[in-house]
């Protein structure tokens, strides 16, 4: 079992409807991130949060929007999605050692993803 | 910019004989360099990392890896596979310094063959 829970495990939508996808850690770790991965590629990072703050958006389209409420949840909100967009979203979270560039030495723990489809 | 490469998309060997996955990286600072497995279906494990110290680092399930500055490689090693270890193998470095951010290789699918 992942540290990292993610929700729902697959989600069917189409191009008109608004999702989101859901993010829980409870490892205590205040830095957590959203990946896109295709299909045999590796996972492309999407959005960085850091003390439930952004503090990385890698020039992700509007129609992906991320939240996050507390220092345990992560959201991705969905509008309006494209049919490229299909693939699978992982969520990371990691500790952060402030104040110390071996902070960003930490690993990433993972999800397992929320495949999506758009119709 | 932080670059990982991975040469290899598939490697296949015997159960029981040793496995490399290799890995060569191009940053500016210093490295932080990771291993991570992704097995079907399933989010992506960490495996090892390397940030400072000895150049030959042990991770889980037996695995490690061989930082070798002069040839900027990070390859991943087992002493004897196991047909359990057959996934997709990502190598990662960090991103810019003081980030959280990881940049992936294109990772190399690993068979290990009974």
């Known amino acids: 079992d992942t540290e990292v829970t993610q929700t729902p495990k697959h989600l069917v939508m189409g191009m008109t409807n608004k999702k989101s996808l859901k993010c829980e850690q409870h490892?205590?770790?205040?830095?957590m991130y959203w990946y896109k991965q295709k299909a045999k590629k590796p996972p492309e990072l999407m959005f960085v949060y850091s003390y439930e703050k952004l503090s990385i958006n890698e020039s992700v389209p509007s129609r992906f929007s991320p939240e996050c409420p507390n220092s345990s949840l992560l959201n991705l909100h969905l509008h309006a999605l494209q049919p490229e967009d299909s693939a699978l979203y992982l969520c990371?979270?990691?500790?952060?050692?402030?104040?110390?560039?071996?902070?960003?030495?930490?690993?990433?723990?993972f999800g397992d993803g929320t495949r999506l489809s758009i119709l | 910019a932080q670059s990982v490469a991975q040469p290899e998309d598939q490697v296949n060997v015997a159960e029981g004989n040793p496995l490399t996955v290799k890995c060569t990286y191009s940053v500016s600072g210093n490295p932080y360099l990771f291993w991570y497995v992704q097995y079907p279906n399933r989010g992506l494990q960490f495996l090892l990392k390397y940030i400072t110290g000895d150049n030959l680092v042990k991770g889980s399930y037996g695995f490690e890896a061989e930082f070798n500055k002069s040839q900027t490689s990070f390859h991943l090693k087992k002493p004897s596979a196991l047909v359990s270890d057959s996934a997709l193998y990502f190598c990662?470095?960090?991103?810019?310094?003081?980030?959280?951010?990881?940049?992936f290789g294109t990772g190399t699918r690993l068979t290990v063959i009974p």
């Open positions: 990371a979270s990691s500790q952060v050692v402030p104040g110390t560039d071996r902070g960003s030495g930490q690993p990433q723990h």
């Open positions: 990662a470095v960090r991103g810019r310094v003081g980030a959280n951010n990881l940049f």
């Open positions: 490892m205590g770790h205040r830095a």
